[in-house]
C-alpha cells in the first residue's frame, strides 16, 4: 500500500482568527441562551410573586369579614381589601364569599369553585390558581378561615381573582431589562474576544511582519522576543534559515565550479585552434575556422547557461545601488568597440535630465542585459551596425531603446522570443545564426528584476528597437 500522501488542505489566510471567534462566539451565544432564559424566568416569578402577594393580602383581608351568626355564615366586606389592588388601575378584580356549602354569601356567584384543598399543604394557606373568567385569563387565589365560635365549627372561603395585565406587564419589563443587560454584558464580552484573540496572536502577527521586512540576503536567526508558547516555532524557523543558508552557499559554489570547469577547456580550444590557423593550409583553415565557430558557439551557450542560472541569484542577493545608466551605456559600449575607427555601435542621449538621471539596480546585471540586447543587434542586424543606444526618459521611467537596422521580429514571435530557449526565424547566414535562445529571456528577467519593462518594437525604417524602462530613482537616494 502507498503510504497517504495527500496533505490537508492549506489554511485560509486568518483561518486561525476566525476559527477562534467561531468557537468563542458559539460558547458566547450558548452562554447567552442559558442566562437569558434563566434571567426570563427569575423576572417571571419575582412578578408573579410581587402580585400574588397583593392578592392573597387582599383576600386574607376580606376573609377578615366573615363571622357566625347562630348556624349561618355572614360577611362584611370591608372596603380597605381592595385598596392595595384598585391601585392596579388596569386589571379587573372579582371576588367571592362562600360557605363550606359552596353557598356564595356575597360577590360573584359565577366566579369559579374553589380549587380543592391540596392535602400537602395547611389548610389556611392562600392557595392560587391560573385559569379563565369569562374567557378572561386571571389569578385566582383562595382562603380558607374556619370559624369556631358557633354551635358547630365552619369553613368559610374567601375567592380574589385578578386579570392578568399588569402582571404581564411588569414581568416583560423585568424580563427585558434582564435580557437587555445581558446583551450589554455579551457586547462587552465579545469585544474583549476581539481583544483578547488580537492580543493573543500578536506575537505569530508581528513575527510574520518581522520575516516579511527582512533583507532576502539575511539569514542571521531571528532574534526577537517572543512568548514562550511561540519559541519552538521561532526555533524551527532558524533552524531552517540556517539550512537554506547552506544551501544557497553550496549552489552557489557549485555553479562558479561549473562556470570555471566549462570555460577553461572551452577557452583553451579556442586559443589552440586560432594558433594552429596560422600555420594552417587552406584546407585546414577551413576546417580549423569550423571547429572555433563552433567552439566560439560552445562557449557562448555555456556562458549564456551560468548568466541564466546565476542571474536570479544575484537579482535576490545583490544589493542596489543608486547609479547612472548613461555612464553604464558608455562603458558597456566602449568594452565592446573595436577600436577608434569603430562606429559600429552610436551612444545617443535626449536630454540632460537621462545624461545624468540614475536608476536603483544592480551594474553587473544591468550591463549583462545591456551586452546581450547589442550582440543580438550586431548578430541579427548589418553586421556592420550601426546600432544605436537611446537614453531618454519621461515622467515615471528612464528608458534605454537599443536600435539596429536588420529585420526585426514579427510581431507573433515577440511574446515567444522572450522565452527561455525559443528562438526566432530571422534568415540570416547559417555562420552567424549560433544561439541558445537565452539572451532576451535574460534581459527580461534583469529588467523585471529593477521593476522596469521590456518593449520590443519594429522601428519606423526597419530592424528592431527594443526599449528598457526602469523607474527612476526614489526622492532622496543618490549616489554615494
Ligand atoms: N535584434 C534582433 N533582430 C532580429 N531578431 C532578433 C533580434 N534580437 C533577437 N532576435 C530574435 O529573437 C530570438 C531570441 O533572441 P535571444 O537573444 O533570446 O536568443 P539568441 O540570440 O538566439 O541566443 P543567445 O542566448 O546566444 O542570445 C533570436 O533567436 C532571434 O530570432
Ligand atoms: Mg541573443
Redesign the pocket.
Known sequence: MWPNLRRPPPPKPGALRRRLYRRLGVALIVLLGLLGTLAWRYANTASERAFDHLLSASALTLAEGFRLEGNALRADVPPSAFAMLARLTDDRVFYRLLDDDGRTITGYPDLLPPPAPDARQDASEPQFVTTTYKDVPIRLVAVRRLLTQGERPRWAVTLVAQTLVQRQAQALEMGGYAVLGLLVLAGAAAAMIGLAVTEALRPIVDLKQVIADRDPRDFTPLRQPVPEEIQPLQRALNSLLARFESSLTETRTFLADATHQVRTPLASVITQTEVALRDATPAQQEQLQRILRNARSAA??AD?LLTDATIGNRLELTPRTPLALARLCADVINDRLGGAGDTSLRLFISDDTSATAEILGDRGALADALR??I???L???PATGPVEINLHSDANHLNVT?R?Y????APE?RPR??RRF?????RLPADR???????????QRVVRGHGGQIDLLNADGG??A?TLRFPHLPEGETQK
Open positions: 557562448r551557450i549564456q546581450n540586447l550582440d543580438n543587434a548578430k541579427y542586424g537599443v539596429d536588420g529585420p526585426g521580429i514571435d522570443v522572450l525559443e528562438r526566432g526565424s530571422s545564426l549560433g544561439g541558445s535562445g537565452l539572451g532576451l529571456a535574460i534581459v530592424g528592431l527594443v
